[in-house]
């Protein structure tokens, strides 16, 4: 199994392409904690059980880790590596149980129609060039003209996600959108 590596836009996020479906038409999978991962992925807790792994976003078709601060890629990488490997190689599931999404959206009803064309621009827009940076962008909510939005993956920790949420979402959203005056990111 040839496993390739790409640089993310935030340095202490790698993306790894195991050259095969990890979540396919599932969606996506952030992690926060080793905790968090045992229970739900064993894909997940065992990359977290590498060591110094600060997050762990399962993808489409890729898998991206973020590392603690303790530590530097060229420690880290090739035990991410054969964490991957070793999962894909046991043919162990990548998830157990059903994916519950625990955070409502929060949308006026009367914004209902919005928050649909809302959600039809990030996903054909945003989303593709999102994880092409190893990351999501996930729609939490549209009330007052504020889209709320989340970042997972190489793009919750990156020092540019603000800016990108800022001049290249929400600029793009208004001007397609009048009823929009602005994007806000939330926390997990």
Not at 99 to 123: F, G, H, M, N, S
Request: a negative charge; charged letters at 25%.
């Amino acid at each position: 199994m040839f496993i390739e590596t790409e640089a993310t836009p935030n340095p202490a996020t790698l993306k790894f392409l195991p050259g095969r479906d990890v979540m396919g038409a599932r969606g996506t999978a952030d992690f926060t904690t080793a905790e968090d991962a045992t229970d739900r992925s064993p894909l997940a807790a065992r990359v977290f059980a590498a060591g110094d792994v600060a997050r762990v976003f399962l993808g489409t078709d890729f898998v991206t880790v973020t590392k603690t601060d303790e530590t530097d890629w060229q420690m880290l990488r090739p035990r991410v590596l054969g964490a991957i490997m070793e999962h894909f190689t046991a043919g162990l599931p990548v998830m157990e149980g059903v994916e519950a999404d625990d955070e409502a959206e929060d949308v006026d009803p009367a914004d209902a129609e919005i928050a649909l064309q809302i959600k039809e621009l990030l996903d054909t827009r945003v989303r593709p060039a999102v994880a092409g940076d190893g990351g999501d962008i996930v729609f939490r909510g549209f009330r007052d003209g504020i889209v709320r939005l989340r970042m997972q993956g190489a793009c919750s920790g990156c020092p540019s996600s603000r800016a990108t949420l800022k001049h290249g979402v929400e600029n793009m959203l208004r001007h397609y959108i009048p009823e929009v005056v602005a994007v806000e990111q939330v926390e997990a």
